[in-house]
Antibody, heavy 121, light 113 residues
Framework: QVQLQESGPGLVKPSETLSLTCTVSGGSISSYYWSWVRQPPGKGLEWIGY???????NYNPSLKSRVTISLDTSKNQFSLRLRSVTAADTAVYFC???????????????WGQGTVLSVSS | DIVMTQSPDSLAVSLGERATINCKSSQSVLYSSNNKNYLAWYQQRPGQPPKLLIY???TRESGVPDRFSGSGSGTDFTLTISSLQAADVAVYYC?????????FGPGTKVDIK
């Protein structure tokens, strides 16, 4: 079955750029849409953005100026770059597959286990 | 942004009893063109990622036990666990996927009484 696995540095310094990768196994990335969601310690879920299999992207306006999400179909991966991080970006970062019904974007039906990111000097 | 609220913040229910969680959206998540509510429910057990339970407000995801059911339309929705099991201890989130940015409710923690 399809599985998602996040990978990343674990610790990033303030003002630096965070880069995370999600590897999709057991299925092709060339369909569905692919999202990043984060969860600060002890808090709820925040949607960061998505990349559609067509390459189109959409971002949360609260992060839009700092975020880039991209697709690498040759590696069956998608990635998140978050610039100018602060302590407020400390969170567990999940990658997730978004279901598609025809042309309609649906909910997130498969999630990775999450990767912990801390922002600290 | 569509703001999602949930009530209660937490609840404790005896094993085998019913648990009911409410979710309200600040704007309707019903698309009149297809009469679908763009509302999902997720379960997050401690230390685990969220798991999709319900979508289109009332459609159970494959493999989800039938004790979980969703109802509601427009701006008011309910998740019901008909007979609480120990495995159901978790935080439950509603989410709208009607309008970007997709938004989640703050979560409802369910425990055993």
């Amino acid at each position: 079955q399809v599985q998602l696995q996040e990978s990343g540095p674990g610790l990033v310094k303030p003002s630096e750029t965070l880069s995370l990768t999600c590897t999709v196994s057991g299925g092709s990335i060339s369909s569905y849409y692919w999202s990043w969601v984060r969860q600060p310690p002890g808090k709820g879920l925040e949607w960061i953005g998505y990349v559609h299999y067509s390459g189109n992207t959409n971002y949360n306006p609260s992060l839009k100026s700092r975020v880039t999400i991209s697709l690498d179909t040759s590696k069956n991966q998608f990635s998140l770059r978050l610039r100018s991080v602060t302590a407020a970006d400390t969170a567990v970062y999940f990658c997730a597959r978004g279901s598609i019904f025809g042309v309609i974007l649906g909910p997130f039906d498969i999630w990775g286990q999450g990767t912990v990111l801390s922002v600290s000097s | 942004d569509i703001v999602m609220t949930q009530s209660p913040d937490s609840l404790a229910v005896s094993l085998g009893e019913r648990a009911t969680i409410n979710c309200k959206s600040s704007q309707s998540v019903l698309y009149s063109s297809n009469n679908k509510n763009y509302l999902a429910w997720y379960q997050q057990r401690p230390g685990q990622p969220p798991k999709l339970l319900i979508y289109w407000a009332s459609t159970r995801e494959s493999g989800v036990p039938d004790r979980f059911s969703g109802s509601g339309s427009g701006t008011d929705f309910t998740l019901t666990i008909s007979s609480l099991q120990a495995a159901d201890v978790a935080v439950y989130y509603c989410q709208q996927y009607h309008t970007v940015p997709f938004t989640f409710g703050p979560g409802t923690k369910v425990d055993i009484k």
